[in-house]
């Protein structure tokens, strides 16, 4: 099935460069410096969507306003900001209802985004590949088809005039929500034959005996440059939040000569809108059949032990809580010797994935966590069966061939699971 033309609604939502205004609410359950640091990363977002920001304003309040957030005199106080600083926009840090931000449209006069447009407007940006691209749209069509019923009043009375009740605005908006919910079908159908055709890949993968390991950790801890790094591989990385989104496998060979394959997948952030999260579950799967996840952290960022919570949070949402987990603080260049001593224990590993320190000492433990007890054996295979030892090789470890007369010889190393299906297939 083609797949139809992105919605006008859904282009970019920041112009570039555009001069923006952060706000942020402390909450009776924040601290200050927590809603500081939280602008601060709302700050590095806006700047990956194209936009500088020109000043932050913080409200102290114990909740948010149910009409406009903040306080109805703090957003008047705004609008005389951006006015003064000639902003183009206002950027809330946490996410709006729809009614809170048609509120604020119509009192402030300017563009006013959350923090979960920012993120989905990066995320439809750095998707390369087809279900990246499927995963956002239907996350972005979920956010606006929500605005789309907030605005049913408002857009009736403009069009349809004073005392319509059900004049064209109304039919608009309910067709509108009709191809929303058309579109949103269509991307379920897409992203499920692709979830499919990934399911046979994966299929492949368990017979081959190679057991499957997770990068999970909080965007731009530096999980794609630890993936190249222990591959040997080029894989794209860049010092960006988001720098990359699609899950990417690679085989890596471990210290005493077995392989694993390890997976890259999408980095996480505070505040991670729940729709993101919902659309990118398949691609998420990929850590659920993870035997281990390597946790990965940014060593020098002063706020870790907050990005530690939330990536833990997360996992256990997925139902990823379970497996075993490998806690690996990257970044180790950025550290000096004093730093570095903090992280000198026995349950953690200190690398830098950059310059190669730490990494062997880190495969050593992969290999110890999520290699099972293979055994030799040796088998003969005679030549009018040739054909099946293009499946031993995938089953197990050659690790010699020798020719004789009618036959050859092969001495496997494997598990005890694949040596049952290769006796089985030569038995056959």
Partial sequence: ????????????????????????????????????????????????????????????????????????????????????????????????????????????????????????????????????????????MTYHAARLASQGIHLDSQTGGIGTRRGPGERKIETDKRKIRDRIAELDREIEKIKERRDIQRNLRDNSDLPEIAIAGYTNAGKSTLLATLSKSKVYADDKLFATLDPLTRKIRLPGGRDVLLTDTVGFINKLPHDLVAAFRSTMEEILRAKCILHVIDASNPDRKKQIETVLNVLKDIGADNIPVITVFNKADKLDEQEKFIFNTHDVFLISAKNSSGVEKLLTEIEKRVVPLHSEHKIKVSYEHQDKVGVIYKLANVKSEKYNRKSTELTVECSDENWEKIKNLIKD
């Fill in 1 to 140: 099935m083609a797949i139809a033309k992105r919605p006008v609604f859904f282009f970019c939502i920041i112009n570039p460069m555009e001069k923006v205004i952060l706000v942020g609410v402390q909450t009776k359950d924040k601290t200050r410096q927590d809603t500081e640091k939280s602008l601060d990363e709302l700050e590095s977002l806006c700047l990956t969507d194209g936009a500088r920001t020109i000043d932050k304003v913080i409200q102290k309040r114990d909740v948010p306003d149910s009409a406009y957030f903040i306080g109805h005199g703090k957003a008047l106080e705004i609008k005389e900001m951006l006015e003064n600083l000639k902003a183009d926009a206002v950027v809330f840090d946490d996410a709006l209802k729809p009614v809170q931000q048609r509120n604020l449209e119509k009192l402030i006069e300017k563009k006013v985004v959350d923090r979960t447009r920012i993120i989905l407007d990066i995320f439809a940006y750095r998707a390369r590949t087809k279900e990246g691209k499927l995963q956002v749209e239907r996350a972005e």
